[in-house]
């Protein structure tokens, strides 16, 4: 059974840095794709980020160059580091994992419903 757990969000003053984590565990398939979503208060999901198993990674334009998405050498854990943070990227950050496929750009808007989803972990940034 695939779990994900994130962990390490908080509160930042605009400018300031997170690194969220998600642990992920039950992973059956040697390829995937490992995405970073969140909601904001009021708005609709919104992918940010994904990372194949081989390390290809994928970064919608609101984050990039300021967020950059990972993994540990296990491919167990991993991050998302977010760095010059603004209020609008106040919200709730969920891990999810797409096995068996890689990561795909038209899924950071549409998700599909084959995925594995963690909690979520908050995330707010004051100004």
């Known amino acids: 059974q695939v779990q994900l757990v994130e962990s390490g969000g908080g509160s930042v003053q605009a400018g300031g840095s997170l690194r969220l984590s998600c642990e992920a565990s039950?992973?059956?398939?040697?390829?995937?794709?490992l995405y970073w979503f969140r909601r904001a208060p009021g708005q609709e999901r919104e992918g940010v980020a994904g990372?194949?198993?081989?390390?290809?990674?994928i970064y919608s334009d609101s984050v990039k160059g300021r967020f950059t998405i990972s993994h540990g050498d296990d491919k167990k854990i991993h991050y998302l580091s977010m760095y010059n943070l603004k209020p609008e990227d106040t919200g709730m950050y969920y891990c999810?994992?797409?096995?068996?496929?890689?990561?795909?750009?038209?899924?950071?808007?549409?998700?599909?419903?084959?995925?594995?989803w963690g909690q979520g972990t908050s995330v707010a940034v004051s100004s």
């Open positions: 999810a994992i797409d096995q068996g496929y890689g990561c795909y750009y038209w899924a950071l808007d549409k998700p599909a419903s084959r995925y594995h």
């Open positions: 990372i194949e198993q081989g390390a290809r990674t």
């Open positions: 039950g992973i059956t398939e040697y390829f995937y794709c």
